[in-house]
């Protein structure tokens, strides 16, 4: 199916989300999307999928202009849209999330939910899923409720799919087995439309690559253009896709992790006996594929895991038996790796996020009252130190691109005076320009003589940033290098190989 928009504009206020844009997408065709988060990406593909009505322009499936008053005149036009927010009731089964808006009945008006199983069963075997229909969805691990997702669309006749910001919320391996399979959906005859921020994938899988700033095409590329010339196009400027950065000069140890162990809420020891320093003045990164530890070692450290043994010490002081706010009053600052679930509340402004771990005292809050003048002027001056592009202070967290939104984060951590920075997953998500801004803040945190852990499964970001790696696998480190090493070398760290292992192994080869 060709798809076509035409002068598609839409406002929200003032502000021109839109600006007269024009796609055309063929049959049978991967056309990536690709721009800045709050370009206006997602909106564009809302109003295509009758979420949004725009102001002005046409929507053309095959010639054919369409009026879409809501998601279903969409659908059943035969427009299928994978959001980056799954929009699944995780107490239902894969066949229930699939049937559901459309659901069909057997006679006396009961649910023919074996209808629903399989046609789960055979979509997963066209294109290879393996997606179980009985399965809870909220027991599924991210990827594989993404495919539940594109099952949901296939199911409805689906001929033209739009992918938004598909990859945010995956595991390198799970983008990987994504791009796998949106070739099959093309081979298939698919049309797609691939919104993304993500240079590498974009080349690898896109047949044409329209870029928007600002609410406008500003130009369309081919596949095979560099990451430099993708990325100046995205921003308007050039930019640096490395983070430019001087040696460290660490200090002394400052953060100890002595044998600590953590216990999730089934009984599972998620980290094992993991022990480690991260020196003033230094990045320590902390690699290894996503649900090996590192988000359950991260939380421990800010206090935020009940079951702990084992000791964290900062500065001669231990963080272990203190509470989340004793651990921030302490001076360790936080970025979260979900910012919408853990570091914002979406309903709040941007001046309310601003102040939230700092509400019960100086300088916000003097004689019980806020001071609400000392807000708005701190608030306006982060929201230009930091680039946060807003209405205003008074504007919803929620309404914020995904990059606006890290930056509220990382505005409102290092306005702390901090003693330790602990990143995780802190580019999630986010465009080169975001990226590049929060790579350059987390390198001026260190250089500033703060010990800094950054958690990431971006291997990219993590041979970036560090000083050192650490790299996770099963709950324990296995191995602390230098930043100097070998991908290879890093990447069979990540599959449980010791350092020592891994030099015998080399050793017997040669």
Known sequence: MKLELRGITK??????????????????????????????KSTLMNVLYGLYQAEDGE???????????????????????????????????????????????RFGGTLDLAAARRQVREISARFGFHVDPDALVGDLPVGVQQRVEIIKALSRDARVLVFDEPTAVLTPQETDELMVIMRQLKAAGTSIVFITHKLREVREVADRITVIRLGRVVGEASPTATNTELASLMVGRAVELTVTKDAATPGAPALVVDKLSVIDVDGQIVVNNVSFDVKAGEILAIAGVQGNGQTELAEAILGLQAKVTGEIVLDGVSLRDKSVRGVLNAGVGYIPEDRQQDGLIAEFTIAENLMLDRADGAPFVARGSLRLAYLADFAAAKLREFDIRAQGIATHVGRLSGGNQQKVVLARELSRTLRLFVAAQPTRGLDVGSIEFVHTRIVETRDAGVPVIVVSTELDEVVALADRIAVMYRGGIVGIVPADTDRDILGLMMAGDTPDSIAKQKGAAA
């Open 59 to 105: 929507i053309l499936l095959d010639d054919e202009v369409q009026h879409f008053a809501g998601p279903g005149d969409a659908m059943n036009a035969g427009i299928g849209m994978v959001h980056q927010h799954f929009m699944l009731i995780p107490v239902f089964s894969v066949a229930e999330n699939v049937m559901l808006g459309h659901e069909q009945t």
């Open 11 to 40: 406002r929200f206020g003032s502000l021109v989300a839109n600006d007269h844009i024009d796609l055309v997408v063929n049959p049978g065709e991967i056309h990536a999307l690709l721009g800045e988060n709050g370009a206006g």
